[in-house]
């Protein structure tokens, strides 16, 4: 079945530093979703992606799909202590159950003074 | 509006215990998701609901773990003769049928089985 996995699983950032979180696919997507969970917290929708190369920016944070569609990228820039949280992205498949969101493995981002 | 809900927030039952697990969904929405994540891991998918369509019950760990929903409305996940292993947070989403809609979660229920 199809398997997202997300790189690197675990970052910790001095605030200000950029931060970067990859996500690959191991088939072709439809689309990503972009979600976020804070500590203790559950998921939150932040962005969804569709077109191949696309790249969509939420003030400091800018997402990429890949021209393949099959990997995916959210960029922080100057993180501050408000970004810590697990970053997921959610992938659908290009063909088959189309509605069915397979989430990546997560990257978990900690951001200190 | 109302978000998605689920009751209870936290359970604590003994081993062997069968438990109970309810989602009420946001109102309007016909697919519904069941998820588990252990301790500071990533989400589990056990089922996936969507209309009057058979449910997708491709991660459900073992026959011990079961899930109704009632047309479009609440749904509940029932794991049978619980073991320390299920302890999770068990998190439900659902969201407007289609590719394009996103899935907005519940707080979620701490599962704890002594």
């Known amino acids: 079945g199809q398997q997202v996995m997300q790189i690197p699983q675990y970052q910790h950032v001095q605030e200000g530093e950029d931060f970067t979180t990859y996500c690959n696919s191991s088939t072709t997507l439809s689309n990503i979703q972009w979600y976020k969970q804070r500590p203790g917290g559950h998921p939150v929708f932040l962005i969804q992606l569709v077109k191949s190369g696309e790249v969509k920016k939420q003030k400091r944070l800018t997402f990429q799909f890949g021209e393949a569609k099959k990997n995916s990228s959210l960029h922080i820039t100057a993180t501050q202590t408000t970004d810590v949280g697990t970053y997921f992205c959610a992938g659908r498949g290009a063909t088959g159950t189309a509605s069915k969101l397979t989430f990546g493995t997560g990257t978990r981002l900690q951001v200190t003074l | 509006g109302a978000g998605v809900s689920q009751s209870p927030s936290n359970k604590v039952t003994e081993k062997g215990k069968d438990v109970e697990l309810r989602c009420d969904p946001i109102?309007?929405?016909?697919?519904l998701y069941w998820y588990r994540q252990r301790l500071g891991q990533g989400l589990e998918f056990l089922i996936y609901?969507?209309?009057?369509?058979?449910p997708d019950k491709s991660g459900l760990p073992s026959d011990r773990f079961s899930a109704e929903r009632t047309g479009e409305s609440v749904s509940t996940l029932t794991i049978q003769r619980t073991q320390q292993e299920d302890s999770a947070v068990y998190l439900c989403a659902s969201s407007l049928w289609g590719p394009g809609y996103e899935q907005y979660f519940g707080p979620g229920t701490r599962l704890t089985v002594t």
């Open positions: 609901f969507q209309g009057n369509s058979a």
């Open positions: 109102s309007g929405h016909t697919a």
